[in-house]
């Protein structure tokens, strides 16, 4: 029931920048974390980054430094700005939204976005 969609993604040269949006149906402080994962082609999806309601976050090796996630609760939505992009960084990126009901693990995922590193 819960909706996630992603917006934000492209083409961009290395060294550039992006801002993913994910917007949530819902409010995203229901969440114990909201979070961004990225798959590439014949690849697992893996963890970029995530926050928590709580604020801390937790960030890949591979970006810590480069990718920033943040959230405007105001608005239900979570942002990953990546700066510094690398052409290793090209994947879908998916919008995921965390929580525990009944001592269950839940989890939502956008449709994805496409971001593409390439000069």
């Known amino acids: 029931q819960v909706q996630l969609v992603e917006s934000g993604g492209g083409l961009v040269q290395p060294g550039g920048s992006l801002r993913l949006s994910c917007a949530a149906s819902?409010?995203?402080?229901?969440?114990?974390?909201m979070g961004w994962y990225q798959q590439a082609p014949g690849k697992q999806r893996e963890l970029v980054a995530t926050?928590?309601?709580?604020?801390?976050?937790n960030y890949a090796d591979s970006v810590e430094g480069r990718f920033t996630i943040s959230t405007d609760n105001t608005k239900n939505t979570v942002y990953l700005q990546m700066n510094s992009l690398k052409p290793e960084d090209t994947a879908v990126y998916y919008c995921?939204?965390?929580?525990?009901?009944?001592?269950?693990?839940?989890?939502?995922w956008g449709q994805g976005t496409q971001v593409t590193v390439s000069s």
């Open positions: 926050i928590s309601s709580g604020g801390s976050t």
């Open positions: 819902g409010s995203i402080s229901s969440f114990y974390t």
């Open positions: 995921n939204a965390h929580k525990w009901r009944f001592g269950t693990p839940l989890d939502y």
